[in-house]
Structure formats: C-alpha cells, structure tokens
C-alpha cells in the first residue's frame, strides 16, 4: 500500500489481527483535533448557559452561590456531552463528526462507556493550564498523538476515510440467498461485531496483500458458517462473505442517489460502519 499525504502528515497506528492481517489507521493530528475541541467547547457553552438559566432565581438570592454553581454546571455538562455521545456514538461528539474524527481503542475497536468516561474525566488535568496546554503537549510527543485522557483509557483518535461499496457488492440479483427471506433474516441476526466484521472486510479486502487475503476471509467464511449454519458449497470463502455483506446492504431502491428501475448507477454506496471498523472486534 502507498500511504496518503495524510498518512504521511498525521501518522499511522497499526493494528495486527488474529489472522496476521493489518489494518492501518490514520492519526488524527493536533490541530484537526483541536478545531473539533472547539466546536464542542462552544456547544458544551451554549448548554451550560441554558441550564444556568433555568437556576437564574436561585442564583439571584445566593449570589455568592452563583459561580460555584456555575463552575459545576460546567464540568457536569462538559463530561455529561462527552462521555454520552462518544459511548452512542462510537467515539464521536459533533465536532468530531464535523471534522470526521472518531476515537477508538488501541487495538482497533470502538470504544465504550468505560473508555469514553476515563479520557473525558481526565480532562480537567488536560486542559491545565490553559487551553489544553498539557494535553495538547503530550499529544505532540506522545507517538500516537495522545492526550493523558487517551493514555489512561487506551484510546487513540484517528481520521475516518469515506469507502465506496465494491463493484461486487453492488450486483444484487432477485434470485438464489439474497431472495430468499429466511437467509437474509438469519443475516440480519448477526452480532453487530459481526456485521461491522463482515462490512470492513468488504469494504478493505482490496487493501490487503493476496495471503492475508485468504487467511482473513478463510477465518470469516468459517465464522459465518458457523454463525448461519449454511454455506453454499460451490461459493469461495471470500464470495460467501461477500454474499452476506450484501444482504446487510440496503435494498437498492432504498440507497441514496440510486434509482429504483432501470440500469443501476455507479453513485458511491453508503459510508462503512465506520472507517475505523475495519478490524475484527
């Protein structure tokens, strides 16, 4: 693979598989990190000043209550935002959407409520003195670019890539498995480690030198023969797959900027998962 101009930039981390097969991450980079820190910073404000509101009475006839109250608001807000919508989100808050950030874990998979609190709660010694002055220096000499947040939870953040769907998963004949409804809900049924599993490796098998190729989609044909107690016998393992991420897709008539008759286009299919879920849970 020939890195990108912002792999070069921003970094890589890589994460090694079960199977020997690598997947590469790109770093999200200081300053992309802190315009999303920004975008947050402003609504964690606009938040924490309609809540001051609705305590305007209280605060008028305590007024020496006022700004401790005020600096407590701020914080539960300011953690309240960022555990929640990293834990529902999988690792993103508005800003980071906006800038198409998302945190993980070090090993490559989303992270969840135990990780987003632990980085979020170690905020407060982050952003000492001032503007994250200690968290944005580590995260300068930190290999991964990592904030003390990140290193106490064991998350990095990295940069999501937009994948098209591959030419293979855009055939969806009316016939055989992908017709038939008792396949296609025992597909639905599917863990969602799983289904993400099944997608990201679509999505990135052209990414992968030919052997880790086949050991990767080796390992997944058996996992899902086993998880759907079916495989047609004439399918390879990288086509069975294959076939299930297909009847995870949407129908057709239901993608976006697809039409519902005649030739199919060759529009982008939707976004993966996430770019950061290719990587076996």
């Known amino acids: 693979m020939t890195p990108t101009p912002d792999t070069l930039l921003d970094g890589t981390h890589t994460v090694l598989t079960p199977e020997y097969v690598e997947f590469r991450f790109t770093l999200a980079g200081v300053y992309s990190r802190f315009l999303a820190w920004l975008m947050d910073a402003l609504i964690v404000g606009f938040a924490t000043t309609g809540v001051l509101l609705v305590f305007q009475v209280a605060m008028a006839a305590f007024p020496g209550f006022a700004s401790a109250l005020g600096i407590v608001v701020y914080f539960l807000v300011d953690w309240g935002y960022g555990i929640t919508l990293e834990t529902v989100w999988a690792g993103q808050t508005v800003g980071k959407r906006v800038m198409s950030l998302r945190v993980i874990q070090e090993s490559g998979v989303r992270i969840g409520f135990y990780h987003a609190a632990l980085r979020n ?3 407060v010694v982050d952003r000492l003195p001032l503007l ?10 930190s290999r991964s670019h990592q904030r003390l947040g990140d290193l106490l939870a064991g998350t990095i953040v990295v940069r999501e890539r937009r994948l098209k769907v591959p030419s293979a998963l855009e055939t969806r004949g009316e016939e055989g498995l992908l017709a038939d409804p008792l ?24 990414e992968l030198r030919l ?7 080796s390992a997944l044909g058996a996992r899902l023969q086993d998880s ?9 393992d990288e086509k069975w797959t294959l076939l299930v991420a297909a009847a995870l897709l949407p ?13 199919r286009s060759t529009s982008p ?13």
């Open 269 to 281: 299919g939707p976004r993966s998962p996430s770019a950061t879920s290719a990587y076996p849970r």
């Open 211 to 217: 052997e880790a190729r086949l050991t990767l989609f």
């Open 121 to 123: 709660l170690a905020r």
């Open 251 to 263: 129908a057709p008539a239901t993608r976006p900027g697809r039409p519902t008759s005649g030739p």
């Open 132 to 141: 994250y002055l200690v968290g944005g220096s580590v995260a300068l000499v």
């Open 228 to 236: 759907l107690a079916i495989k047609p016998a004439h399918l390879s």
């Open 183 to 206: 396949f296609v809900s025992r597909v639905k049924r599917l863990s969602t480690e799983e289904r993400e599993l099944v997608l990201s490796a679509a999505l990135r098998r052209e």
